[in-house]
Nanobody, 127 residues
């Protein structure tokens, strides 16, 4: 069993930055692909970013590419999402996710690819 706990959300002005963290339990964290999804009110949950177990490959939604950076520290069992140049449309609940098995590129954006989900952290962006 893996537990994911997100932190770092909050209120930020448009153009500002936030760093989300996701602390994972379990000794096999380093074997999991990790990622972030988000869900805004009235909208479907959408893929934001993902990172392979080694951190060697990252994936981003087009809407955040160039502004967000996903990274991980396997020694700390933590994955991060550095968000810069935030826009009002980035406001959402952000969820940390983990996948037990390696993911194919075509799978990373699908909610069904991930086995564990955190409770989410709220990000609010004021214009």
């Amino acid at each position: 069993q893996v537990q994911l706990v997100e932190s770092g959300g909050g209120l930020v002005q448009a153009g500002g930055s936030l760093r989300l963290s996701c602390a994972a339990s379990g000794r096999t964290f380093s074997r999991y692909a990790m990622g972030w999804f988000r869900q805004a009110p009235g909208k479907e949950r959408e893929f934001v970013a993902a990172i392979t177990w080694s951190g060697g490959t990252t994936y981003y939604a087009e809407s955040v590419k160039g502004r967000f950076t996903i990274s991980r520290d396997n020694a700390k069992n933590t994955v991060y999402l550095q968000m810069s140049s935030l826009k009002p449309e980035d406001a959402a609940i952000y969820y940390c996710v983990a996948a037990i098995k390696p993911l194919f590129t075509r799978e990373v954006a699908g909610t069904g690819a991930y086995d564990y989900w955190g409770q989410g952290t709220q990000v609010t962006v004021s214009s």
